[in-house]
């Protein structure tokens, strides 16, 4: 019997494997995903603040599939031997989808354990713990990339909130088409920006900048980077500057290795590398399942060929803004772009219970959400 293995229960490690339970047929071909939580959570909504509207449970999607869900957390992987570790286990695989994710990279400042974050569904769950039901509170966000937009934008409407951002314009990595919008949104809800402002220090207290001056908060939230999982260090091959896999058209790393989500680097077109987000780890983990099970069985592969890339940033209660290609173009504002958010926010819930359903979207690469 074979095995296809998968390690994390994100959209890739969930589509991989509802993409080889499609390819696998009548075969004995068994597929196993190796995730240590329970839940699927869905980092997109996280920024709303509700942890159980983000989780989904991993077995109404894997059992009515015929997937195994192995609840571990893999420590080590032996691309040689054909092995992963996790805890005291070796488990072996005849074709590896390495899907286990992104975090936020860690701030290093003093004072660090006093930050909050909502990269995860604990973190989310932390910080509602702290503010509670509270309103009129100051909160500090450092870091103006879309996390750090979506957070600031959707506590203004609770509280006071200041925007860091060490760079000398907002949103520096989502370029100048949506900025003026972003500007107007922020403007329009009351967050203080602050530029070329830098944390040099966390207190319980709030923050205390590199300039020597202290901003007072209820609560500060660092949003600054996102780095692939470091277990992608443990697979010889070249990364890029997110600690991503670098992949070929089929999302193969190398030999009996695939990788797909926020751990792999894949070409969408001849200039672009997909990013972090789940408009491609979706897609990309339909891929690498299908194409891990197919190259076991014999059958042909496919090709990632993702949708056009676009984005939709959350507003809080100025709306969204909706940009499409790599040079966000902005398409939709407002309450338009809004409803867009919503449907977004809606579609990225797996089907569950129901085989059939699942089966017939782990086949479709397209999101189908903004054609
Ligand atoms: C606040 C926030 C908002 C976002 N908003 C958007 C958005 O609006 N649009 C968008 O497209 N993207 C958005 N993203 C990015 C998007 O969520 C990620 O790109 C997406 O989740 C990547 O999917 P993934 O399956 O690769 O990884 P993840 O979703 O990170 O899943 C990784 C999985 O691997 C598991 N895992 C980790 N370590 C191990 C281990 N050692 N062993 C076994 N399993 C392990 C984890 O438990 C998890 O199940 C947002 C992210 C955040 C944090």
Not at 61 to 88: F, K, M, N, Q
Not at 93 to 104: C, E, K, N, P, W
Not at 199 to 219: M, P, Y
Request: net charge negative; with cysteine; glycine share 10%.
């Amino acid at each position: 019997m074979s095995e296809v293995l998968i390690v994390g229960g994100g959209f890739a490690g969930v589509w991989s494997a509802a993409a080889a339970a499609r390819v696998r047929g009548d075969s004995d071909l068994r597929i196993t995903l190796v995730a240590p939580n329970e839940d699927m959570v869905l980092r997109p909504r996280l920024h709303k603040l509700d942890p159980e509207w983000s989780r989904v449970a991993l077995k109404r999607v894997l059992e009515p599939i015929g997937v195994t869900h192995l609840r571990a957390e893999v420590t080590g992987i032996d691309v040689a031997g054909s092995t992963v570790t996790a805890g005291d286990r070796s488990i072996g695989y005849d074709r590896l989808v390495l899907a286990a994710g992104s975090r936020l990279v860690r701030a290093t400042l003093p004072g660090a354990e006093h930050l909050f974050d909502i990269d995860t569904a604990d973190g989310v769950a932390r910080l509602n713990a702290h503010l509670g039901n509270r309103v009129g509170f100051t909160a500090v966000v450092i870091g103006s990339g879309f996390t750090g937009l979506e957070i600031a934008t959707e506590l203004a409407a609770r509280g006071r909130v200041i925007l860091l951002e060490r760079a000398d314009v907002v949103a520096p990595e989502l370029g100048p088409g949506p900025r003026p919008v972003i500007t107007a949104a922020l403007a329009e809800l009351g967050v203080e920006v602050r530029l070329e402002a830098s944390a040099a220090s966390v207190t319980g207290r709030g923050v205390v900048l590199t300039d020597g001056s202290e901003v007072q908060a209820d609560a500060v939230i660092w949003t600054a980077g996102m780095r692939a999982h470091p277990m992608t260090e443990q697979i010889p091959a070249e990364r890029d500057r997110l600690g991503r896999l670098e992949v070929d058209r089929h999302l193969r790393v190398a030999g009996d290795v695939f990788a797909a989500g926020d751990v792999a680097a894949a070409l969408v077109d001849a200039d672009h590398h997909g990013v972090q987000s789940c408009q491609f780890a979706t897609p990309m983990g339909k891929v690498a399942g299908h194409n891990a099970a197919a190259d076991l069985l014999g059958l042909p592969l496919v090709e990632f060929a993702p949708d056009p890339y676009v984005t939709c940033l959350d507003l809080g209660a100025a709306g969204a803004v909706f940009t499409t290609g790599w040079d966000r173009a902005v398409a939709l504002t407002g309450q338009q772009a809004k409803e867009l958010k919503g449907t977004i926010l809606e579609v990225i819930h797996p089907p569950l219970d129901d085989a059939d359903e699942i089966l017939a979207q782990a086949g479709r690469q397209s999101n189908e959400v903004a054609g």
